[in-house]
């Protein structure tokens, strides 16, 4: 589990980032289809690692909650559930937009077509659907990340060990 949750990490990280920072920055053109490639394979990786993380935790015990009171605790469990719930819809409208839009067939098919021209109402809505939940994707690592950060401060105790070797 620790390892996933690691490679897992990496991967959302790099793909948020590249998607955010770099994709979004490139024209539309030939350019711009070895990194959207990467970006639609890692995308669907992550997504499939997603449904296996899920998986697995419904099979182990839960770890012993931190002792944070019952307020925090609720907050930190809904922080979870919705950053599975986010990187799902983030997959799966990617996917969408993907297809509906024919960039699948553009991308890993080599079909010669402008990017983007094929946009459907469904692919548009979807592309929509994958960039709001991207940016609500990171508002929810932020307050990950954060909170690991808080406790560590307030406590003095290292909580990266619960998930680490």
Not at 20 to 35: H, Q, T
Not at 50 to 67: A, D, G, I, N, Q
Not at 81 to 97: E, P
Not at 152 to 165: C, G, P, Q, S
Request: glycine share 10%; hydrophobic share 55%; charged share 15%.
């Amino acid at each position: 589990m620790v390892r996933i949750h690691w490679i897992h990490a990496a991967l959302i990280a790099f793909v948020l980032l590249s998607g955010g920072l770099i994709l979004s920055e490139m024209p539309n053109n030939v350019d711009k289809i070895g990194s959207l490639k990467g970006h639609m394979i890692l995308g669907a990786l992550i997504t499939v690692i997603t449904f296996v993380r899920l998986f697995k935790v419904s099979k182990h015990p839960e770890m012993k909650p931190l002792e944070v009171g019952i307020g925090r605790e609720q907050i930190i469990k809904w922080n979870h559930r919705l950053i599975y719930l986010m990187l799902i819809i983030v997959g799966l409208s990617g996917l969408v937009a993907a297809n509906t839009s024919g960039l699948g067939d553009i991308v890993f098919f080599g079909k010669e077509a402008e990017l983007y021209a094929d946009a459907t109402s469904l692919s548009k809505l979807a592309g929509g659907v994958h960039a709001v939940a991207t940016k609500l994707l990171m508002a929810l690592i932020v307050m990950h990340v954060a909170g690991i950060i808080s406790y560590m401060i307030k406590t003095k105790e290292n909580v990266l060990k619960r998930m680490w070797f």
